[in-house]
């Protein structure tokens, strides 16, 4: 005689605590999103081209290269800056691969394949590691560097390009790399009569 196997369903899984993070994180992004949606979106597209590396990278470079002094530190350390930030960013978006948001309008210029992806936000990166950088080297006002990173970060969540994860990532990121420009700068200021430090 044959015997019935009977076999349970299986029991609910338990939701992951990056799972819970990244619900909670899409959540508050779509609220932010719609609460500011009457924020001028030409605004936000000027904070978006503002820290745009298609400005960033090839601006400070074009100065270097015309400048009096060849061999300007400030300008040198922040294309480093900048290099290792396109680098960075690119490497984390391509292994983290978080999609962007739904709600992202098509308006997105993508330069490379990596920017289809939402995490780290490059220009948030950006954005920190210029006004990071910038201020160590004692431009001021300090305050209006880092409203401008924070303006450009902010307007990321607010055009639906990111969550609100991918901002502060990106501007952890970038004021690591403006500390490791920094300390880059410096030693190669000691081992070379190159720059002009």
Request: net charge positive; charged share 15%; hydrophobic share 55%.
């Amino acid at each position: 005689m044959a015997t019935a196997t009977t076999t349970s369903p299986p029991a609910p899984s338990k939701p992951t605590l990056l799972g819970g993070v990244r619900g909670l994180d899409a959540a508050v992004s779509l609220r932010l999103h719609a609460l500011f949606g009457p924020v001028p979106r030409l605004l936000l597209k000027a904070l978006e081209v503002a820290g745009d590396g298609r400005i960033w990278l090839p601006v400070p470079i074009s100065l270097l290269l015309l400048s009096a002094s060849p061999a300007n530190p400030i300008l040198a350390g922040l294309v480093a800056g900048l290099v290792l930030d396109l680098i960075l960013v690119g490497l984390v978006k391509v292994v983290v691969r978080r999609p962007r948001p739904d709600y992202n309008a098509k308006d997105m210029y993508v330069a490379v394949a990596a920017d289809h992806w939402s995490f780290p936000s490059g220009h948030s990166s950006r954005a920190f590691l210029v006004a990071s950088f910038l201020a160590a080297a004692g431009f001021r006002p300090r305050e209006a560097l880092f409203l401008w990173a924070t303006a450009t970060s902010a307007s990321r969540v607010l055009l639906g390009r990111h969550y609100v994860l991918d901002v502060v990532a990106g501007a952890c990121l970038g004021v690591f790399e403006a500390w490791l420009s920094n300390l880059l700068l410096r030693f190669m200021c000691a081992q070379s009569t190159f720059l002009l430090c």
